[in-house]
């Protein structure tokens, strides 16, 4: 199974599990997990939703076998279904990261509430160097939480980011040993079970009011160019040389 869900103690935990894959993640999974965040919403037992991947891996990103086969053409697409989900999700979200957190794999984190990692966890938006650009919102919060100049080397040239870098870049809220991590977010999430539900819920919308409406704005206007550009000619040269193994070739490009 790619994604697992159970409900424990009050929290909705939705697990990605690919590890064959290293969790990359299909249009089948972004649905299943758009529908798991909404029967959390709606089940009244639920006080907070906990997204982990694997010990050794989040997620790699989008499955690009997969994402080539069936590219997102409009909103209704599973991706941007999960991530009306994740951005509209009143409950409070808890994530737990192990390893590679790529491409969506760190966009996701940034609608998160409360995000954990590892010491051994790694992130990075390699969005241009598919020919295609940041989405979920990245393209405003990465500059807004790290500031420009970060923006423009994790964004623009792709550069990884260390657990601590994470934290510095106002990614995530706490490095762990890797042993520690899902057990901590289990438990920082079990805490809004002893928190009266509605003034939670008030509280997290206040907190997002001020720049709620322009992310929204942001991830509708990324997603029509990310839809555009995901059948460019830039795009392919991207895909055929991973698929390829092989180093993309943008030189005839300009």
């Known amino acids: 199974m790619s994604i697992t869900t159970t409900i424990v103690n009050g929290v909705a935990r939705i697990g990605i599990d690919r590890r064959e894959k290293k969790n990359a993640i299909t249009a089948a999974m ?3 997990m758009a529908d798991a965040i909404g029967s959390a919403h709606d089940d009244a ?8 991947g694997q010990p050794d891996i989040f997620t790699a990103g989008n499955d690009l076998e997969d994402f ?27 994530a737990a990261v ?19 990692c590892a010491e051994n966890s790694v992130f990075s938006m390699p969005f241009v160097t598919l020919g295609l650009c940041p989405e979920f919102a990245s393209s405003l919060l990465v500059p807004l939480n790290a500031g420009y100049h970060k923006a423009v080397e994790k ?3 792709a550069d990884p980011i260390s657990a601590a870098e994470a934290v510095e870049m106002k990614i995530v809220n706490r490095v762990l040993p890797s042993g520690d991590v899902l057990d901590f977010a289990i438990r920082q999430a079990e805490r809004f079970n002893q928190l009266p539900p509605a003034s939670v819920r008030t509280t997290k919308r206040l907190l997002r009011s001020g720049f709620k409406a322009l992310t929204e704005k942001v991830i509708v206007d ?26 993309p070739d943008f030189s005839r490009f300009s």
């Open 68 to 94: 080539a086969k069936n590219p997102p053409a409009d909103m209704d697409a599973p991706v941007f279904k999960f991530m009306q989900a994740l951005g509209y999700a009143e409950k409070p979200v808890v």
């Open 30 to 32: 972004y649905q299943s």
């Open 222 to 247: 990324e997603a029509k160019l990310f839809g555009s550009m995901v059948r460019s000619d830039e795009a392919k040269e991207a895909f055929a040389a991973f698929f390829e193994r092989r180093k």
């Open 98 to 116: 192990n390893g590679a957190a790529v491409g969506i794999g760190t966009t996701m984190l940034m609608h998160c509430d409360l995000v954990y």
């Open 45 to 52: 037992a639920v006080r907070a939703i906990l997204i982990s």
């Open 155 to 157: 964004l623009l040239l």
